[in-house]
């Protein structure tokens, strides 16, 4: 069976739906893909049906990473649907367990802040690069390529 993993941040149109397509690129590269179902999600529900932040899809596109999912926001249902739940901030952990705890019996999801699995920093915040400038994509690119290869490797 596939694991499921599912990235989140508050709008998902930056940094989650960044994090889902570099780690769909990384388990391609690798021949992974058949292991994993990748979604993400955001907390709010602000830009839902839109595509990703144009500026965080130019910069992606410059690595050789496409970033094509559309905005949604989370449901508790997504508590039950998937495996492993990776938050980009502190405050988008706050709402999971939050979210967690009123579905406590039935929840299968373990949350884990995304750069948890860094190797370059010890924060646990992808900073938020919507009302910053260039560098900000660039940084929030440079942490999840790191992070995402952390996660593969405590995978597999
Ligand atoms: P994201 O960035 O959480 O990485 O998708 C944001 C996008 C939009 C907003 C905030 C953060 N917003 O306030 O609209």
Redesign the pocket.
């Known amino acids: 069976m596939k694991t499921k993993i599912l990235f989140v941040?508050?709008?998902?149109?930056?940094?989650?739906?960044a994090a889902e397509a570099i780690f769909l690129h990384q388990i391609n590269t690798l021949g992974l893909s058949e292991k994993y179902f990748v979604d993400s999600a955001?907390t709010?529900g602000?830009?839902v049906g839109k595509k990703a932040?144009s500026r965080m899809r130019s910069a992606a596109k410059r690595r050789g990473i496409l970033i094509e999912s559309l905005a949604r926001q989370i449901t508790s249902e997504d508590l039950h649907a998937f495996d492993l739940i990776l938050t980009?901030d502190s405050e988008n952990f706050a709402v999971l367990e939050e979210l967690s705890n009123q579905e406590c019996s039935k929840s299968n999801a373990t949350i884990k802040p995304m750069l948890s699995f860094s190797s370059q920093t010890n924060s646990l915040d992808v900073p938020?690069?919507?009302y910053g400038g260039a560098k900000g994509f660039e940084n929030v690119l440079d942490l999840l390529e790191d992070a995402c290869k952390g996660l593969i490797d405590a995978l597999n």
């Not at 941040?9 to 739906?17: A, F, T």
């Open positions: 941040c508050l709008g998902n149109i930056c940094r989650s739906p955001g709010g602000w830009h932040d980009m938020d690069p919507y």
